[in-house]
């Protein structure tokens, strides 16, 4: 089975960072696209970086270009989420996800990712 556990949510203040990991077991495809994805209250899920493991692509949702960072570890066990310069816009449960195959180029954030963690909530305090 896989499974993938979010980890490093909690209450910040703004402009502030936080540091999100994703653990990462029983997923053992050589091609995939992994995912951070986010819902805040009465809103829709929407997604936030992504990265792939063919020649690195990323994508990453305009809202948070150039204050978000993606990366994963080297045997891909491991997603993280570096979060800097936080807005109280930013508050949401955040998710992991990762589907079987690349990320798509066309729409990288679908919502029809193969795999998801329960999330866990980041609070950006004003």
């Known amino acids: 089975a896989v499974y993938l556990e979010e980890s490093g949510g909690g209450p910040v203040q703004a402009g502030e960072s936080l540091r999100l990991s994703c653990t990462i077991s029983?997923?053992?495809?050589?091609?995939?696209?992994l995912g951070w994805f986010r819902q805040a209250p009465e809103k829709e899920r929407e997604g936030v970086a992504a990265?792939?493991?063919?020649?690195?692509?990323?994508s990453y949702a305009d809202s948070v270009k150039g204050r978000f960072t993606i990366s994963r570890d080297n045997n891909g066990n491991t997603l993280f989420l570096q979060m800097d310069s936080l807005k109280d816009e930013d508050s949401a449960v955040y998710y992991c996800?990762?589907?079987?195959?690349?990320?798509?180029?066309?729409?990288?954030?679908?919502?029809?990712?193969?795999?998801w963690g329960q999330g866990t909530q980041v609070t950006v305090l004003s």
């Open positions: 990265i792939s493991s063919d020649d690195g692509f990323i």
């Open positions: 996800a990762a589907e079987r195959t690349h990320c798509s180029r066309r729409d990288p954030f679908h919502l029809g990712f193969d795999f």
């Open positions: 029983g997923f053992y495809n050589n091609n995939y696209c």
